[in-house]
Structure formats: C-alpha cells, structure tokens
C-alpha cells in the first residue's frame, strides 16, 4: 500500500473524531478505527469493549494484563482482544496507539481467546488508511475494500508466543508474582516448594493445568517480555542476557531468535 491509499504521516487530522474509545463503538461500521498518543507510564484502567479489538501501536511497547494473562506488544505485534474481554494496559514508553474495533458478529470469526498476532506491512497501512479518516467514515468502494482485506489479513495472521499466563493457585501466585519481578531468578521448582507449602510434584502438576506450559517454559516467557522492554531502551545485549541469568549473550539471542524468528539486533533497528 503506498500514498494512494493514505498520506505520508500516519497522525489522523482531528476532523470527525473523537478521543475517546466509548465513541467508537456504536458507529455503524463493520470496522472503526481509534488514534491516541500516549506518554510513556500512562495506564489505562481494566475495562472491556462490545466489539472485538486488534490493540496496535505503530510506535512503542504496551503491557496488557486480564484475569488470564500478561501479554508485551511490540509494534510489530498486535494483541487480539475478543468483545467483552477486561483488561489493562500500561504504556512502557511512549506510544503511538493504532488500534481498530470490529463488530460483535465479525469478530466471532477470530476466536474468543487474546492472543498476539503479527502486523506486517501491509496490515499496518491498512489500519493507518482507515485511522485518517473521521470516525464515521464514507461507506464507498474504497474504504470497504479495506475493510475487506483488513479482515482477510487478520484471519491468516501468525499467532505469536508473547503471552504469560497467570495461575489462580495462591502457591503459583506467589511464586510468579516474584519471577515478574526479577526474570533472572534461577530457583527451580523444588527450590520454590520448599516456601510455599507444597511439593514440587504438585507444584509442577498445578503449573501445567494451570497456566497450560511448563515452569521453564513460562519463565522463558516472563524473561522475552522484559527483554522487549530493555531492548526499547537501547540496553546492550550483553547487559540484557546477564540480568536474565542467559549463560551467555548467545543463549538469550538462540532463545530470542526461536521465540520471535529474528535476532535481538534486528528487533531493535525493526522499532
């Protein structure tokens, strides 16, 4: 998609819109689409939305948490969030937010879980064509083509690893609230169990039925998140692979490039 479809800039004019999210879903419109500029740390507090939402930003890094999960969105990367899902969402730098509504009814066709999905070129040209346009924009061949394709797109977009799942066993709680808050702790499951009151056995058991992956593969989750975020604040990666507890820089960059298919350098001249 080039000039044709939208301008160069991709900051909608404030003509026929509105800054306010609520507005956007009653427009009768298969698809709105909603613009925010954000500073980094702004937070926007648990609340739901009657139509399905593809949350994008096309600048900076997003943390979105539910009753079932924690997921880090990159701008390469957009969260699917299904209608009357409540969340969070944190804003870790600043951030350009590019994120579009679909109704109810269309929306059903995208699943009913949260999930990560990829944003290439041309589906973030899409979202940005109908970002420029006011709120309740024409109904003519062009924008329903768009529309068109925009739901094409996020029907066959690849579904990504970026989510943490949060247990509701108050052992579990316990023992992720602390791997949240430092992702280079190394304790194994058998270390944790000695604290919290229950074998390692069943911890293991629980963490799987749970959160639906193993301890090591949830752990491995918590450290690709934190390192989105130091990598968006140009940390080296020698830094971000030893606070990690990573053997080497090589180790984090293996685990980076089998998680997100490309390496930390790349990610970062990608943002």
Known sequence: MNAKIRRQSDIPSAEGRSDNYHDYQEVPRVITAFASEKKAGSYNVPHSHPRGQLLYASKGLMRVASANGIWFIPPQRGLWIPADIVHDQ???TETRIRTIYIDRETARQFGDRVKVVEVDALLRELILALVEQPMLYPDDARNRSIVTLILHKLSTAQTLPIEIPWPRDRRLVSICERILASPGDSRTMEQWSEGVGASSRTLIRLFIRETGMTYRHWVQQVRLARALTMLEADAPVNYIADELGFASPSAFSAM??????????????GV
């Open 256 to 269: 980076f490039r089998r998680m997100l298919g490309m390496a930390p350098k790349d990610y970062r001249r």
């Open 90 to 92: 944190a804003m870790l």
